[in-house]
């Protein structure tokens, strides 16, 4: 594992409105760029922020949720081997955040893809559905757990409400994330606070790196993301080389940009061994009260 700093960049990102796909590629492609000149060595987009895909479409489309996710696949492939190609061109890992992918037995799921130097390293599909997602849009849970293997150690991703169950988090630490990625889209300033909250309560528990990344902005076309509230943020345990609130970077509130921050993920092993608690290691001990 690469023990040196690792700098990501977490967007706060504003969906757009597109005539053309070549539209769509050049503000992803700047958007990378930017970040790469920064220095950022991984790149993190919200959850849904595919959906903004549905503009190209026309309006009878974007004016149904069933007709969205319905079209969106086929934009599937290209969507998939953008980020492939600009991973591999900047030697970077990106987690584009999420895209509605239809199962061969007609189920939606909310899909999160990972891409690396290499190429695509895999997937995590989200775990909980929001009550929209269950009721209005039909999206379907997911059923495995996974964690990536990159050179700077293994990453879990924790899609939005995934992120409020300590359980989900719990499993992937226990399988060696050191760091979990959570793409949110969230509509009321409340829903922001309920993923912002997860985050740092998980990076608490686990004594582990937790980064969000919002949309923003509102996108009057579209039922499904029409209203976007949050602020990126990197969250740490709270403990011996870690800020003393436990948040490392925050990002200013509604406006589109990448926040920045370096991560030195050696620390989390040195905090769970040495730290004032040990929250990672004790875990297992709140539970024989139950018993």
């Known amino acids: 594992m690469n023990t040196r700093p690792l700098r990501i960049a977490s967007a706060q990102y ?26 950022a060595q991984l790149l993190l987009w919200p959850e849904y922020a595919s959906m903004e895909l549905a503009s190209l479409f026309p309006r009878e489309v974007q004016l149904s949720l069933a007709l969205q996710l319905e079209h969106l696949q086929h934009l599937r492939d290209d969507f998939i081997g953008l980020y492939e190609r600009l991973a591999q061109q900047h030697g970077l890992y990106v987690q584009p955040g999420t895209f509605p992918v239809q199962l061969d037995n007609g189920e939606y799921r909310n899909r999160a893809w990972l891409f690396g130097p290499q190429g695509l390293l895999g997937f995590q599909d989200k775990l909980q559905m929001t009550r929209f997602e269950n009721e209005q849009w039909h999206v379907s849970p997911g059923d495995q757990i996974r964690i990536f293997e990159t050179t700077f150690g293994k990453v879990g991703i924790a899609v939005c409400y995934d992120s409020e169950f300590p359980l989900i988090a719990r499993r992937q630490v226990e399988l060696g994330a050191d760091l979990i990625l959570v793409p949110s889209c969230t509509d009321t300033l409340a829903g922001y606070h309920r993923v912002r909250i997860g985050c740092q309560a998980r990076a608490l528990e686990n004594q582990c790196y937790v980064v969000q990344s919002p949309t923003v902005g509102t996108a009057d076309w579209s039922p499904a993301v029409d209203i976007n509230i949050g602020a990126a943020g990197v969250f740490t345990p709270v403990d011996h080389g870690f800020p003393d609130d436990g948040v490392l970077a925050l990002g200013e509130f509604g406006k589109p940009q990448w926040l920045l921050a370096d991560l030195d993920l050696s620390l989390i092993a040195t905090v769970r061994q040495t730290g004032q608690v040990f929250n990672y290691r004790d875990w297992p001990g709140q539970f024989r009260c139950l018993s």
């Open 14 to 39: 504003d969906i757009g409105y597109f005539q053309h796909w070549q539209d769509y590629v050049a503000k992803v492609e700047r958007g990378t760029q930017e970040a790469a000149d920064a220095g």
